[in-house]
């Protein structure tokens, strides 16, 4: 599509702020108005829309994308979004381990222990561990404390965290991006990927799934900057 505006500005409205194009409000994906809840996540969005050459590129609107996600998707049935986010604490990442002979057990208790025992404090829950692939239930009280928990957060915060918890498989991680004992947060997407990159260094990296988890990585990033901004009020 060729770029169609000139000026982009940010402007404040009675709930939050929203980007205009010559003047003209930007709708979301669906048609809601897209009203955002901090200043700098509109700033940023601006920039976004400022950054476009003569020919607009969808590919490179990802904290727009996020935005119309929290508006379009998560907004009208959050209920929905928070039984999607607790699929992934039952069967999250950081629960499912190797045999205890196995090298790898090792690498992950060593790594991912530390995370689930900060977020279990956090949280006063208990997270079932699990050797080998069968699936088991987490607690039910762990359920249903996550679940409150979730339903205290806003739209945005909750679209931050469904982008982050499917690109990582874990509820875990992705509660953990944001949290102030991190100070890494890409550390969390290296953790989340412990077993590929393992598999990689005992038999070989592919190119092509390099590639992949390349940009997995880039757009768990872009998520956790969203959730961040999202959160950063005035």
């Not at 669906?30 to 590919?59: C, F, H, Y």
């Not at 005992?202 to 590639?211: L, S």
Request: charged share 25%.
């Amino acid at each position: 599509m060729k770029r169609f505006y000139k000026d982009v500005a940010v402007e404040k409205v009675a709930d939050g702020w929203h980007i205009t194009l010559d003047g003209r409000p930007i709708r979301t994906q669906m048609g809601n108005p897209q009203v955002v809840p901090t200043s700098i996540l509109a700033g940023v969005m601006q920039q976004e829309w400022a950054d476009q050459g003569d020919r607009i590129d969808p590919k490179a609107f990802l904290f727009r994308d996020h935005a119309d996600f929290a508006i379009d998707v998560v907004r009208p049935d959050r209920e929905a979004a928070i039984a999607k986010l607790l699929s992934f604490a039952q069967t999250d990442t950081l629960c499912y381990r190797a045999d205890p002979e196995d090298a790898l057990y090792r690498e992950q208790l060593d790594r991912w222990e530390p995370l689930l025992e900060h977020l279990e404090a956090k949280h006063a829950i208990r997270y079932q561990r699990i050797s080998g692939v069968m699936h088991r239930p987490q607690p039910d009280d762990t359920i249903a404390t996550l679940q409150s928990h979730l339903a205290t957060l806003d739209d945005f915060h909750l679209a931050g965290l469904s982008a982050m918890a499917s690109l990582s498989a874990s509820l875990a991680i992705a509660l953990l991006a944001n949290d102030e004992a991190i100070n890494d947060p890409m550390l969390l997407w290296r953790d989340a990927n412990l077993e590929e990159d393992w598999q990689a260094e005992h038999w070989g990296n592919d190119p092509e799934a390099q590639a992949v988890r390349d940009k997995r990585a880039e757009d768990f990033s872009a998520a956790q900057v969203f959730t961040m901004l999202a959160l950063t009020r005035d």
